[in-house]
């Protein structure tokens, strides 16, 4: 029988990822939903998959097919890995019925919603950030109070299938929140377009002027956490006072011994949550002292290129972590050693109406292009008005053994962005 991964609904750095997959060996079957469809690329998983099933909404009713497809292929299934936030109950149903792992599926229930999330740990005592749920306009009534406390501003998101890129706002009054709703909920999802904002989280506001914002990446295998990834995600201020994102930069323990308590935070977040298997990429707010607080869990891989530069930076990544330790091989926990230096970094087009090039193939630290979504023009000041899944351009991978080096070329990239020669 052959050694066989299963991935769910495969939508972040799937060509990268099946490669591993292969290199170690393994056979992939792809399993997609119908929880949404606008992110899936047919082309890639169809082209890498050695099998593929097209699923419902429901793991409980595709079981039956997709048991059938193990048998009839012969594939021995070694793993199943979740490829979005919404698809961790369906892939935690194959988990616990195919390969018996001992898994709560209630927590997996709790997963899927981030207010959800909060609630379980503030009733394990965990440190989180005060947050109320709203979903309808009448809860601005019922939770008058529990909004009171929360303070002015405030961070509204959907509680679901957010990506951190649909709907994410900053609230600074009642007047605000009102038009926050009216505009988002019941409303199409921004990035998961086949969706519906049924559910708002809002949040109490941290200042991001005090907190810096960082992701831990965790494997999980027999209930044991393994920090595979250290990340910092960086902005760039325009006006003095609009962020807009920029960077997503690995780093090792070295650079920021202090983390480690945050990193231990995570991982007993984790605990309270009942994750015993597979990926989480979690956002942390982090003052650089004593002070931290999770944004959000997500059960999955990273996206935009993080995996590819975690690869650069370490020599491995948090798939190949999670393979070897289904191999019983010991790892590293929290990356102590470096390789290069390497990033993401997004862009904005401020060139030319219809883009499809980037003048970046002679910038010596340029590896790839990792994604190009957008090709119209951005507004001069769009930063004003500013939302990732709207105006990011294109993301990049940079990398480079020198530091130095890669800065240099990453003024080059600005200059040009700025002079509006970018985009061509």
């Not at 980037?358 to 957008?374: A, K, L, V, W, Y």
Request: overall charge neutral.
């Amino acid at each position: 029988m052959a050694a066989t991964l299963i991935f769910v609904h495969p939508t972040l750095s799937v060509n990268f990822t099946f490669q591993t997959a292969k290199q170690r060996g393994f056979k992939i079957l792809t399993v997609t939903t119908s929880l949404e469809k606008t992110h899936l690329d047919m082309s890639i998983i169809n082209q890498q998959s050695d099998a593929v099933f097209t699923g419902s909404d429901s793991p409980h009713k595709d079981l039956a097919q997709i048991q059938k497809i193990i048998k009839d292929r012969s594939f021995k299934v070694t793993a199943i890995i979740n490829g979005i936030d919404a698809s961790v109950y369906y892939a935690d149903v194959l988990k616990k019925e195919i390969l018996g792992a001992p898994i709560d599926l209630d927590a997996s229930l709790v997963r899927l919603n981030k207010y959800a999330v909060n609630q379980a740990l503030q009733k394990r005592g965990m440190v989180t950030i005060p947050s109320v749920e709203i979903t309808c306009k009448q809860d601005l009534i019922t939770k008058k109070e529990a909004i009171h406390k929360l303070g002015l501003p405030i961070i509204a998101k959907p509680s679901e299938n957010t990506a951190a890129m649909s709907a994410v706002e900053l609230v600074k009054t009642l007047d605000g929140l009102n038009l926050y709703l009216d505009q988002y909920l019941h409303k199409t999802n921004t990035y998961y377009s086949d969706n519906t904002i049924e559910k708002v989280i809002l949040q109490k506001y941290i200042p991001t002027s005090q907190f810096d914002e960082f992701v831990i990446d965790i494997v999980s295998y027999e209930g044991k956490h393994y920090c595979a990834g250290l990340l910092q995600y960086r902005h760039e201020l325009r006006e003095s006072k609009y962020k807009i994102f920029r960077y997503c930069v690995p780093s090792v323990v070295e650079d920021l011994p202090a983390i480690l308590p945050v990193v231990t935070y995570v991982k007993e977040c984790l605990t309270a949550l009942n994750v015993r298997d597979g990926f989480t990429h979690n956002e942390i707010f982090w003052d650089r002292d004593q002070q931290y607080y999770l944004i959000e869990s997500n059960p999955r891989m990273a996206g935009a290129g993080v995996l590819e530069a975690y690869q650069n930076t370490y020599g491995y990544y948090p798939l190949p972590q999670y393979l070897d330790l289904l191999e019983h091989k010991p790892i590293v926990d929290i990356p102590k050693k470096r390789k290069s230096y390497s990033l993401t970094m997004f862009l904005y087009n401020l060139s030319k109406e219809g883009s499809y090039q980037i003048r970046i193939e002679d910038i010596p630290s340029f590896q790839q292009i990792i994604t190009f979504p957008r090709h119209d023009k951005d507004d001069p000041h769009f930063y004003r008005h500013y939302t990732r899944a709207a105006t990011v351009n294109a993301c990049v991978l940079l990398d480079n053994p020198s530091k130095e080096a890669l800065d240099r070329d990453i003024r080059t990239i600005l200059q040009r962005e700025a002079e509006g020669s970018l985009f061509v």
